[in-house]
Every structure is written in C-alpha cells, then in structure tokens.
C-alpha cells in the first residue's frame, strides 16, 4: 500500500504558523481542526484532511463546535460527497487553490525537462547569460519586502509581509528561498518553498520587469523543483492555478507559467459550510 501523502495544512510546522496568526488548533483522528474566535461565535477551517472515519468525524464536530461555522475542504471526491450526504452544503469560494499542478519528482531530470514546453525548456538552458547569479539566502525580512514590492507594482496591496515572515519561522529548515540577482547583487527574482516530507510547495514568487525579461522566474522555479528532488521529496506543487469552477482572473497569467513546466492538474472538490447552534 502506498504511503498517503501528507497536505501541508495537516502538519506540525502549519499548526505553529497559524497560530502565530492567532487561531488555535485542535485535533482528532490525526486531523487538525483550526478555530477563531469572534465574541461568543467561532469560525472553525478543517483543510484537506486525510484518511478519516467521516461519521464519527462528523459526530465530533456537532458535539464540540457548537455555535460555530465550519468550513470544510476535502482532500478527495468521495470525502465531498459524504460530508455533503451528513448535512454540509457547498459553498461559492474555496479557501484554498481549488486547482494545481503537480510535478513528480521520482521522474528523471531529463524526463522533467522533456515535459515541459520547449520555449520553458530553452528558457531554463539560456540562464539569463552573465547577467544573472542564482543563489539561496535565509534572509526572509529582505524576501518579504521584495515580494511586497513587486505586489504593490502589480496593483496588488494587501500587506502579506507578516504571512511570510511566520510562514518561513514555522517551517524553517523545511523551507528554501531562491534569488536571482544581477551581477551588482540587485534582486531580480525570487522564490520561497517550503516542505513537508512527501511535498515541496511553491508558496511565494516575485520578480522585477527586469527579471522576467533575462526568464528569472523560469530559471528559480526550475531550481525549486531540482532542491525538492535532491531532498527525495515525491512532489512538487505549484500551490494553485486557474479553476473554470471558481474563476479569477488574475490567476490565469501566472497558470500559464506554471503549466509550461509540464506535470498533472490536480482538481479538488472545493469548500463546504456547515452552520451549528
């Protein structure tokens, strides 16, 4: 039997994360239940848990989770249709990608090259020429600023500084940051990965006009998928592409990115909501 594949928001280093963001954390069954609190109300995630009994599940939070709303995010299609058939309903926006890529890692290098589009492929072998110097830092503030910057000049200014920050303190020696620079150590490009045992995770990239023009993007995410396979990880996710499902826009520039590298879509079923008094 094969070893069932761990989510990243079924971990420990995960748990430590979102409680730094001032949600707690309970258990039952090997799945973790996150809860915050609002007056007398308690907003309760449950995200893609893995094997479970569903009923007795299900029995546990009606008698636990009183005066809460619970949103629920199956792993599986057969998990969905259960919690629908015990008196969850779906719900219009999913929190987490509905939709993602996968890229097997136990396939050879020269497999994963081969899958890919070919200008991704041509891309990756050019280098950025001289002009770019790919390395690792740990330097999360200087990362969380960049990709800060690089939202704002996208139009994009929800602050996430404080997200990243936690993220990288939670998982730290399970998480790499990539950056590509100029030959004046300017930052171009960036990504920040993190791991769990079976699973790296493509969770945030960023990049200048400049970086995207010498293909910085394409160059650190293929060295993203080469530490994962170096590090015996099974899989590496791009954590989330465009759903027809639930569709937003400003996800399909980046969805072509990442398909150009080839791998399997991978569809979840999408959230459920279940309001107890």
Not at 86 to 92: D, I, S
Not at 95 to 113: A, F, H
Not at 170 to 196: G, P, Y
Not at 222 to 244: N, P
């Amino acid at each position: 039997m094969n070893k069932e594949l761990l989510d990243l928001r079924q971990t420990k280093e995960y748990i430590s994360y979102i409680r730094s963001l001032g949600w707690e954390a309970d258990e039952f069954q090997r799945t973790y239940i996150y809860i915050k609190r609002f007056l007398f109300w308690k907003f309760v995630k449950v995200q893609r848990p893995g094997s479970l009994d569903i009923r007795s599940f299900n029995e546990y939070l009606l008698r636990k989770y009183r005066f809460s709303t619970i949103y629920l995010e199956p792993g599986t299609q057969s998990q969905y249709e259960h919690f629908l058939k015990l008196g969850f309903k779906k719900y219009n926006s999913p929190y987490l990608p509905s939709k993602t890529i996968q890229v097997d890692l136990t396939k050879t290098e020269t497999q994963l090259l081969n899958q890919m589009h070919y200008k991704t492929r041509y891309n990756i072998k050019k280098t950025g020429g001289d002009n770019l110097i790919v390395t690792s830092t740990g330097d999360i503030n200087k990362f969380a600023d960049f990709w800060q910057k690089c939202a704002k000049d996208r139009g994009m200014f929800l602050d996430q500084r404080r997200e990243i920050k936690m993220l990288h303190k939670a998982f730290d020696k399970n998480s790499d940051i990539w950056i590509a620079t100029d030959i004046e150590k300017k930052w171009l490009a960036a990504i920040f990965q993190v791991s769990t045992d079976d699973i790296s995770y493509y969770m945030y990239a960023a990049s200048s006009k400049e970086g995207k023009k010498l293909y910085a993007p394409t160059i650190l995410a293929w060295k993203a998928v080469e530490s994962a396979k170096q590090k015996r990880k099974k899989i590496f996710d791009f954590e989330g592409v465009f759903d027809e499902r639930f569709p937003l826009n400003s996800w399909r520039g980046f969805t072509r990115f990442k398909k150009s590298f080839g791998g399997r879509e991978v569809e979840y079923p999408g959230c459920l909501v279940r309001v107890i008094f």
